[in-house]
């Protein structure tokens, strides 16, 4: 069974940083893609980054360019989000998400076939 699990949310100020980390364990095969998603209290969950198994080429929604990294530790089996420079507008659950064959976009839900429970970031002004 794959599982997913995300750590290191917490509560942070405006400018700060914060590292999220994405586990997996359970699978036999290779995902094409890992993706971070987040949800804000009322609005849908929407893209954040992505990144290729295969080749680590990275994907950024544009409102965390610049400011967001996405890196992959083949060794540890595991994702990790470098935030940086957080605004309050950052402030949602985050979600990690996998998808084990590429179909057609990193950007949508739909893309990925698993998903972590998730892990709450607060940023205070």
């Known amino acids: 069974q794959v599982q997913l699990v995300e750590s290191g949310g917490g509560l942070v100020q405006a400018g700060g940083s914060l590292r999220l980390s994405c586990a997996t364990s359970g699978r036999t095969f290779n995902f094409h893609v890992m993706g971070w998603f987040r949800q804000a209290p009322g609005k849908e969950r929407e893209f954040v980054s992505a990144i290729r198994w295969s080749d680590s080429s990275t994907y950024y929604a544009d409102s965390v360019k610049g400011r967001f990294t996405v890196s992959l530790d083949n060794a540890k089996n595991t994702v990790n989000l470098q935030m940086n420079t957080l605004k309050p507008e950052d402030t949602a659950v985050y979600y990690c998400?996998?998808?084990?064959?590429?179909?057609?976009?990193?950007?949508?839900?739909?893309?990925?076939?698993?998903w972590g429970q998730g892990t709450q970031v607060t940023v205070s002004a």
């Open positions: 998400a996998a998808a084990q064959y590429f179909r057609g976009s990193y950007y949508y839900t739909s893309s990925y076939d698993y």
